[in-house]
């Protein structure tokens, strides 16, 4: 059973715009939901994280948009650059109870 | 050093061989975390430390996979027996505080069992 649906699989985009990337969880005792950037080659690095207690979070470009009943969560990135290209792991996770479960990875393409 | 350490890089080994895999964490984290990511996947979870008690294994595949974390500090994921099927990349991480907020991640350990 995945716990962390995300989707889609793989997104091009052209430079300055928008890319959407959404994840749905089936959890209710998860509080935690992050997401991690993924460079080839490299490991996953921490992105932007968001608590159910907001329900959009904002940092430079990269916003989190939270939806509690929906159960679902979304990264948008603004004025997406080819720099931003990249696979992006949406996850989630129970503090204190239960370590990080990652969605299965959208593979974004920005080009010019 | 400044971020997770991984050894080795890269490891090929025939089946039925047994391998051992190093994560050296960034130093003072509590927790440290076994991932292992297919081409093309997430992370999947394995099992995870806080200080040098193992706090969940459930991720671990079979008996023939285990972890230990003795003083704290580095910890080794051994594969014994292996199979064609272990091949894959073995990521490890580690956190600042228990359970919760950001995990830093290495580079990874490529294992593949011919």
């Known amino acids: 059973q995945q716990q962390v649906k995300q989707s889609p699989q793989s997104l091009i985009v052209q430079k300055g715009g928008i890319p959407i990337i959404n994840c749905a969880y089936e959890?209710?005792?998860?509080?935690?939901f992050p997401w991690y950037q993924q460079f080839p080659g490299k490991g996953p690095a921490l992105l932007i994280a968001?608590?159910?207690?907001?329900s959009e979070k904002k940092e430079g470009r990269f916003t989190i948009s939270f939806n509690k009943s929906a159960k679902q969560f979304s990264l948008h990135i603004m004025d997406s650059q080819p720099g931003d290209s990249a696979t992006y792991f949406c996850?989630?996770?129970?503090?204190?109870?239960?370590?990080?479960?990652f969605g299965k990875g959208t593979r974004l393409s920005v080009i010019a | 050093g400044a971020g997770v350490s991984q050894s080795p890089r890269y490891k090929v080994t025939k089946r039925g061989q047994d391998v051992a895999l190093r994560c050296d964490p960034i130093?003072?984290?509590?927790?440290l975390y076994w991932y292992r990511q297919a081409l093309g996947q997430g992370p999947e979870f394995l099992t995870y430390?806080?200080?040098?008690?193992?706090?969940?294994k459930s991720g671990l595949p079979n008996d023939r996979f285990s972890a230990e974390r003795p003083e704290g500090s580095i910890s080794t994921l051994t594969i014994q027996r292996t199979e064609q099927r272990d091949s894959a990349m073995y990521r490890c991480?580690?956190?600042?505080?228990?359970?919760?907020?950001?995990?830093?991640f290495g580079e990874g350990s490529r294992l593949t069992v011919l």
């Open positions: 968001i608590r159910p207690d907001v």
């Open positions: 996850a989630a996770s129970n503090s204190g109870n239960t370590p990080l479960v």
């Open positions: 430390f806080n200080y040098e008690a193992q706090q969940d």
């Open positions: 130093s003072g984290h509590v927790s």
């Open positions: 991480a580690s956190g600042g505080q228990v359970n919760t907020g950001e995990l830093f």
């Open positions: 959890n209710t005792a998860f509080d935690y």
